[in-house]
């Protein structure tokens, strides 16, 4: 189907974009590990799906351990792992910070690599306009240019309102949004 989009307008008034549109990605359905190892097995693979999620849950295992160690881990033509820290509070000196005070947790973060790097997708082959006719969504035909339509929605500061998990460390999906480290 490709990536849907629906259109939504920045209603906060003291925004900088405030009654500007943008488009927010649809996401219809999260694939849980079970699904993924399915979908795997199905491309010519001598492997049944238990042996693929088998070495996937591994491959979790082994992700999680190396980057808690403080390591990053590179999956080519997809994604750079790391950990990143999520700060409470700034301390005045040196000597006043303290991990319990200042620091409320980590978070993972994920940098596209290869294939799947911004510069190497082809948006314009895969961006679809989407609408919800009875709470089911739908493709709109393509029109280049085509602004109408589309929700009126607020959007919310650090959240994914497109329906999936947002699992790339925060930030908000505001045009000029937060940035997180």
């Known amino acids: 189907m490709g990536i849907c989009y629906i259109l939504q307008q920045i209603k906060i008034t003291s925004h900088k974009c405030f009654g500007k549109w943008f488009a927010k990605n649809v996401v219809e359905e999260t694939i849980d590990l079970d699904a993924l190892a399915e979908h795997m097995s199905t491309h010519n693979s001598p492997y049944s799906k238990g042996v693929i999620k088998g070495l996937l849950t591994d491959m979790i295992g082994c992700i999680k351990e190396l980057l808690l160690e403080g390591k990053n881990v590179k999956i080519d033509d997809l994604a750079i792992f790391s950990l990143g820290i999520k700060n409470k509070e700034m301390a005045l000196k040196e000597e006043d910070f303290t991990v319990s005070k200042n620091i409320e947790g ?73 940035v997180e480290d």
């Open 106 to 178: 980590v978070k993972l973060k994920a940098r596209a690599t290869g294939d799947l790097m911004s510069k190497s997708l082809n948006l314009e082959a895969t961006m679809k306009k989407a609408t919800f006719v009875n709470g089911k969504l739908t493709t709109v035909p393509s029109n280049s240019g085509n602004t109408s339509g589309g929700s009126s929605t607020t959007p919310s500061n650090g959240g994914n309102t497109g329906g999936g998990d947002n699992t790339g460390g925060g930030g908000d999906n505001t045009p000029g949004g937060s």
